[in-house]
């Protein structure tokens, strides 16, 4: 469930119970009931579903440190490989599932109850799921709540997306904090021994490779999806269409698009390949280099792009974007221990001293040592000090290495999207 539905059902006291959603539920919905999803034969014995959550386990996640943790399956089947991480969010499982920045990634969540609002027809971050597999330690057999459409398991099987449950999620969490983040394979198939997987995660690996390539878009488009004024917590009457935006969709999360909107931006969304020349002919007040995934340094024809457009229009860099940004000034980035993924990071902002809670999903950081002079550190994390925003006011530059557009998180670094704005004004004026 995201935020803006928590916001909203508090806001309005609605009853998140009596409200009629969808207005038109497909064939393929099944609302299930807030007591119990499996369905009851005359003399009340559990059919149907009933094979949850009694299953045994047959899935097997193996990491490349030789550990071999035993599971329950959901969703797809089959083998799949993977670095695995962990998420601290809450809630928001809909959208870390559809986040493409979690491409060749499995996600454990530290959450133990996952599942249980189902998912709904709202809350995809993108247009399909990328990750490589999903890991839970509770899969709620109930699913309640006012959007839900489909069971979180439907879901998955549906995508061809693989997850497991009833796995010590925690101690994973410790050893991957300890050791960092591991290459895994999940599987289902029996036939396939120990050994032969453990193989499988000790010769693959995420560095190095572009995956940036398999989640873009393949030709142009203008976001033209409006966001309903109840969901929008933000807005204070700006006019649509003000700004006009070129957003380079290295695995572009919607609500970043949906927030520039907001904020009076009328986006085209162009294919991470998109030659610089072609955008600066579009004439745009300002350029956004998304979010995105896997290694910065694997993708220097994005890093020649950006720096194309440096110093010639406003620009914005999140996550990926910022990564590239900080490339394209002379930078380096590297990969962290375990990196950060959650909804609940302290970030300072030196400009104005203010700690922003914030909804994080990274592995690689910007090396601030490694950046020219002009180059100024906005934003930190407080958790262990890393750069988490860089500003060149000289070349109208600003980047975040987080996510100011939740989906899921909270909302404390919405202002960034203003500032975003005020620069693009201002190089406006000053033309
Ligand atoms: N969310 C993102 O853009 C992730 C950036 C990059 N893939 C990383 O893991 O650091």
Redo the contacts with the bound molecule.
């Keep these: 469930m995201g935020i803006y539905a928590m916001d909203f059902a508090l806001k309005f006291n609605q009853s998140i119970f009596s409200t009629p959603y969808p207005p038109k539920p497909s064939p393929k919905c099944r609302f299930l009931t807030a007591r119990c999803s499996l369905p009851l034969s005359s003399d009340g014995a559990a059919t149907g579903l009933a094979e949850r959550p009694w299953k045994v386990a047959d899935a097997r996640l193996l990491l490349e440190d030789g550990s071999i943790w035993r599971a329950k399956s959901f969703g797809a089947s089959g083998t799949r490989v993977g670095e695995v991480v962990f998420n601290t969010s809450l809630t928001g499982y809909q959208e870390i599932l559809t986040d493409p920045?979690y491409a060749g990634q499995f996600v454990l969540m530290t959450n133990p109850h996952i599942g249980n609002t189902g998912v709904n027809f709202d809350d995809d971050e993108s247009r399909q799921c990328f990750l490589a597999g999903l890991v839970i330690r509770s899969l709620s057999i109930t699913t309640s709540n006012w959007r839900c459409v489909e069971t979180l398991g439907d879901y998955l099987a549906e995508r061809n997306v693989m997850g497991i449950y009833d796995v010590d999620t925690r101690a994973i969490t410790c050893r991957l904090r300890q050791d960092g983040s591991l290459i895994g394979v999940l599987s289902t198939e029996q036939s396939r021994s120990d050994d032969e997987l453990l193989e499988m995660s000790r010769s693959w690996d995420i560095v190095g490779i572009d995956l940036i390539s398999g989640v873009t878009c393949n030709a142009p488009y203008e976001w033209v999806d409006e966001t309903k004024s109840e969901w929008d917590f933000n807005s204070d009457g700006r006019d649509r269409d003000t700004y006009r935006v070129i957003a380079y969709d290295f695995g572009i999360k919607h609500n970043i698009l949906r927030r520039l909107a907001s904020y009076g931006c009328k986006i085209t969304v162009v294919p991470s390949t998109w030659p610089a020349a072609e955008t600066l002919k579009l004439k745009p007040d300002g350029v956004l280099f998304s979010?995105?995934?896997?290694d910065?340094s694997a993708v220097p024809y994005a890093v020649e792009t950006v720096k194309e457009i440096l110093g010639k229009v406003p620009v914005f860099g999140i996550?990926?974007g910022h990564?590239l940004l900080g490339q394209a000034l002379g930078g380096k980035t590297f990969k962290m221990k375990f990196?950060h993924h959650g909804g609940n990071h302290p970030v300072r902002n030196l400009r104005n001293r203010r700690v922003e809670i914030s909804a994080q999903?990274?592995?690689?950081a910007v090396d601030p040592a490694s950046l020219p002079e002009g180059v100024e550190v906005t934003h930190v994390n407080l958790n262990d000090g890393s750069c988490a925003g860089l500003a060149y006011p000289a070349l109208s530059i600003m980047s975040l290495q987080y996510h100011p557009e939740a989906s899921p998180g909270p909302h404390d670094s919405d202002c960034a999207f203003r500032e975003f704005i005020e620069l693009m004004e201002s190089t406006k004026q000053a033309a």
Aim: net charge neutral; glycine share 22%.
């Design positions: 920045s979010n995105g995934p896997g910065p996550c990926m990564q990196g999903n990274h592995n690689y």
